[in-house]
């Protein structure tokens, strides 16, 4: 089944940044469930803006991975089977060990990157600016990525990161385990910067089955409401 979720994520302007926060709160937060049609006309009656800026919102939350639009209908709110959960975090697991394997090798300019990415991720989650979060963690595990000093690989997790960004992200407004997430991967980032392989792989391991395990129990399938 084809997905367009928009091409390369780019920021919206102020007007649009804040209606797509609002829906994107409404998303994580169950209001808008999985499946919910997001129609223009909808936003617009909601939030009284110009169709440019409806325009600009939806495509903005579809490069997020928040909304899908299929040909010849609406943007809905994106929705997994648990097969396709299990698919992007087999991918992710995939490449993050592979990285955490060649972290042993890496040059001093994807060490910087990595420390200034877990700067900018401790950061983002004490806030409580939802997409901040989710750009910086999608940024971290890029970083996390790059250690291995393959460009493609960076490019295939940042993809991996927009698909499985609305279920980390439910993960975690639902659960609460801020500091915990803080701690696994400042935990990460040292292992892949001291270029410990066993530690590295068993930690992506560790992670990635945990975020597998709870997305699973908490992305459960409902009846979309309307929008």
Do not use: C
Request: aromatic fraction near 4%.
């Amino acid at each position: 089944m084809s997905e367009n979720r928009g091409g390369s994520e780019t920021n919206p302007a102020p007007a649009a940044e804040s209606v797509a926060e609002v829906i994107r709160s409404a998303i994580v937060s169950g209001e808008l469930a999985a499946g919910t049609p997001v129609t223009e006309k909808w936003v617009a009656e909601r939030y009284s803006i110009s169709r440019t800026t409806i325009r600009e919102v939806l495509n903005y939350l579809i490069g997020e991975g928040y909304l899908v639009r299929r040909p010849y209908h609406s943007a809905q709110v994106r929705s997994f089977t648990e097969k396709e959960v299990r698919d992007i975090m087999e991918a992710r697991e995939l490449v993050e060990v592979h990285a955490g394997i060649r972290s042993i090798a890496a040059d001093e300019r994807s060490k910087e990157r990595l420390r200034h990415a877990l700067d900018r991720y401790l950061e983002a989650m004490d806030s409580e600016d939802v997409a901040e979060g989710s750009r910086r963690h999608r940024e971290l595990h890029v970083a996390l990525v790059g250690m291995s000093g393959n460009e493609r690989l960076m490019k295939q997790e940042e993809q991996l990161m927009v698909d499985s960004s609305l279920f980390v992200a439910v993960i975690d407004s639902r659960r609460d385990d801020v500091e915990k997430m803080k701690r696994v991967h400042t935990q990460l980032v040292e292992a892949f910067l001291e270029g410990d392989q066993e530690l590295s792989v068993q930690l992506v391991r560790q992670h990635l089955g945990m975020v597998e395990k709870a997305a699973i129990e908490e992305l459960e399938p409902s009846a979309p409401s309307r929008a």
